[in-house]
């Protein structure tokens, strides 16, 4: 699980819009903020992931149904496993006769 932010989202939302609206570096904003650059870079590429200004990032919302997707598959998978445990545990260690081997059999030898 994620750790929490230490930034509340209000301020993210305004560091955002403070980097949108001005014509300064990311850098720059980020100072005067006194937050670390690289972490303002991220909130504004998120930004822009989810208005759809930005195609090559997931939105928030994608990336949410990207994780459920994959956590299904996950118990899928594991659900299969579990199914098929059984019918390769069964056949092992014993010996199965084929028809062909029974027509040779007689009863009483």
């Known amino acids: ?8 989202p209000e301020f993210r939302e305004r560091a955002v819009r403070m980097v949108r609206r001005s014509e300064r570096p990311i ?5 005067d903020l006194g937050i670390d650059h690289e972490t303002l870079r991220q909130w504004v590429r998120a930004d ?7 195609s090559n990032r997931l939105s928030s919302a994608e990336r949410e149904e990207l994780s459920s997707l994959r956590r299904e ?3 899928l998978r594991r659900a299969n496993e579990i199914l098929k445990a059984p019918y390769g545990y069964r056949g092992r260690g ?3 006769r084929s028809p062909e081997r ?6 009483g030898s």
């Open 1 to 8: 699980m994620a750790r929490p932010s230490k930034y509340p």
């Open 27 to 31: 850098a720059a904003v980020a100072r």
């Open 48 to 54: 822009e992931a989810n208005d759809g200004s930005r």
């Open 73 to 75: 598959v996950r118990e």
């Open 94 to 96: 014993r010996r199965s």
């Open 102 to 107: 029974w027509r040779g059999r007689r009863r």
